[in-house]
């Protein structure tokens, strides 16, 4: 790579560089990188995940003369993507978006997962969360998140609960409410959040835990009723409406965060200078500002965070896994 791509590569972590690593990695790395680099999405095109990877892809190759490229390789909840990077070349040039789906919860969800995150992946970024919201229909009757596990009690078994699948966010955030609040449910898995959003409309289910940016039209509409938000604070975009922690369900948390990873033994250099590079991205008002709208919460942090993360949140998940009774395979 030539001299000026240097020249603008170090600008980058002089200008955006917050993270105590990322000051050497580019001066080591003047011929990174030479060719495209891929960003593997193991979700559908469309989608949170690929929405921020492609605006992610496109700010970094602005700031840094490099050309980084998307690559969807979807299937078995992530499962298909993430294997496939975990058995790339350790060389920088391929990486996984990855999330708490792909490095905290597969790990107990299935019983022989075909890649080890720990042995075969190496974190190059925590990037973000995005919560989920507690929604309900309108004709259910219900208000706030006391009268639905008062119904709920008053009748087990008969609260039914849709999400985008098994083993998705929006499943086991349920499972963990229903184990939390002591209240039996239904669950009916569709194929995706707009598909269980749209069942609750259809009154065939009565709940559903999905992504704010997916469920906010039809919150904005009406069409269903948001009780609470699952993650450890408020959202800056619903500020009114309250944590389940604060409902009473103590210690209550289950957010969608996500992040990037590389093959192990990517040589450490190149991840921090990519790490640097994706937090510098993130910094940016303009970048900001389009997460937003996504309801995407940008995480700016060294590399290792990502992994910090997932193996403080794999036990949660198993217990949640284990008193739900959920079985994939």
Not at 136 to 160: Q, W
Not at 278 to 290: D, H
Not at 304 to 312: I, M, N
Request: aromatic share 6%; hydrophobic share 45%; charged share 20%.
């Amino acid at each position: 790579m030539s001299s000026s791509f240097m020249r603008r590569a170090v600008r980058l972590f002089t200008a955006g560089c917050v993270v105590a690593s990322a000051a050497a990695p580019l001066a080591a790395h003047a011929e990174y990188p030479d060719r495209p680099v891929t960003i593997v999405v193991p979700f559908n095109t469309g989608t949170t995940p690929d929405i921020v990877t492609r605006l992610l892809a496109s700010v970094i190759s602005k700031d840094t003369g490099g050309n980084f490229v998307v690559q969807n390789k979807v299937g078995a909840s992530g499962i298909i993507g993430t294997q496939y990077v975990a058995n790339q070349p350790a060389d920088g040039y391929t990486l996984a978006f990855a999330n708490v789906a792909t490095l905290a919860i597969n790990q107990s969800l299935y019983s022989k997962l075909p890649y080890d995150a720990d042995k075969q992946l190496a974190p190059v970024a925590l990037t973000g969360s995005v919560q989920n919201v507690l929604a309900v229909r309108p004709s259910l009757g219900v208000k706030t998140v006391a009268d639905l596990i008062a119904l709920g009690k008053k009748e087990p078994g008969k609260l039914v609960f849709s999400s985008g699948g098994n083993g998705t966010t929006g499943h086991l955030s349920a499972a963990m409410f229903g184990t939390m609040a002591g209240v039996k449910m239904m669950h009916v898995p569709y194929k995706g959040g707009v598909e269980a959003d749209l069942a609750v409309l259809r009154g065939e289910a009565d709940l559903v835990f999905d992504n704010i940016s997916s469920i906010a039209s039809f919150m904005d509409q009406g069409k269903v009723i948001p009780l609470a938000v699952t993650g450890a604070t408020r959202d800056p975009l619903l500020p009114n409406l309250p944590t389940l922690d604060e409902l009473g369900l103590k210690g209550y948390r289950a957010v969608a965060w996500t992040g990037y990873v590389a093959p192990a033994g990517t040589d450490p250099k190149i991840l921090d200078w990519l790490n640097a590079a994706m937090n510098k991205a993130l910094a940016e008002p303009e970048v900001q500002e389009k997460l937003k709208t996504l309801a995407y919460v940008p995480a700016i942090k060294p590399r290792q965070a990502l992994f910090d993360l997932a193996h403080e949140e794999r036990p949660v998940w198993a217990k949640v896994i284990k008193d739900a009774d959920v079985h994939i395979d």
